[in-house]
């Protein structure tokens, strides 16, 4: 048989007294018949223990006489956790002020006022109640939908910050580009300096020593046509240096709005990307 263990509350109505309460601890019952002396029929004995367990905390009462509903309430044990107690009118009396035999119309109407208020009252809870889990079950559902649409957008603003990085990430390798063809024409145009004012010196020596210069004025000339060929490719490259520092500018500013624009807590870069990252 498969009994609850937990504590029991049984109300015993007597004959005389009023009505009072008791645990009924189904462990201890279980306890006093796991005896080897105990007769097989288990259900008898453990009407026995609980007639003697309400005998102790009810001496005045005959628990004895109803031995066929307690009997009864011993078989129906595994569905009593669905019963706030269990009411057991016995024979005897027990000690304590008596209940009212007679109710007057009054006390009824009072009664019945009470019955109303609190059905009114349970009503008005059961409507607050269903109100304010519509109101949660919507608010629930507007969340999950705010929050689905932030996951897409930072999906969206995580690729183009991807993408922008790529545009950053080439820029800045096209700068570098630049920056080392500059430094080589700077080089270049110091080094057609250098030449030119050796020229120079030399057509000066040579001028002091004879007169005939044709052919170092010559070279002079080739090496003007040079620098001047040079200063050109410096002002092209210049030119695309400033084109370059415009774009990145634009990307950057661009990157910047996106940021601005995310959610709250932006997607961390991933470990592969290279470039300049704006965090």
Not at 28 to 45: F, G, H, W, Y
Not at 224 to 235: I, M, S
């Amino acid at each position: 048989m498969n009994l609850t263990l937990e504590p029991i509350k049984l109300y015993i109505d007597p004959d005389n007294g009023p009505i009072t309460s008791m645990d009924l601890n189904m462990l201890n019952v279980e306890l006093s018949i796991i005896q080897p002396a105990t007769n097989a029929n288990r259900d008898n004995a453990r009407v026995e223990a609980v007639i003697a367990l309400i005998k102790e905390k009810f001496p005045n009462v005959q628990p004895e006489a109803c031995r066929q509903q307690l009997r009864l309430l011993i078989s129906r044990l595994v569905h009593v956790s669905i019963y706030d107690g269990i009411v057991l009118h016995l024979p005897g009396s027990i000690d304590g002020p008596p209940l009212p035999q007679n109710y007057t119309q009054a006390d009824i109407d009072k009664l019945k006022n009470e019955i109303t208020n609190l059905t009114t009252e349970l009503e008005s809870a059961r409507q607050t109640h269903t109100e304010q889990s519509t109101k949660a079950q919507i608010e629930s559902k507007a969340l999950r939908t705010e929050n689905d649409g932030l996951r897409a957008a930072g999906r969206v603003w995580q690729a183009e910050k991807k993408s922008l990085n790529g545009e950053l990430t080439k820029i800045e390798d096209e700068k570098y580009a630049v920056e080392k063809k500059l430094s080589e024409c700077h080089k270049q145009k110091t080094d057609l300096n250098e030449q030119i004012a050796g020229m120079q010196e030399t057509i000066e020596k040579e001028r002091r020593e004879r007169p005939g210069i044709v052919n170092l004025q010559r070279d002079i000339t080739t090496l003007r046509n040079e620098l001047r060929e040079a200063k050109e490719v410096e002002k092209q490259l210049s030119a695309a240096y400033s084109k370059l520092e415009q774009e990145n500018k634009e990307l950057r500013e661009k990157l910047r709005r996106c940021i601005e624009d995310a959610p709250n807590t932006p997607p961390t870069k991933s470990d592969g990307a290279k470039g300049p990252w704006l965090d």
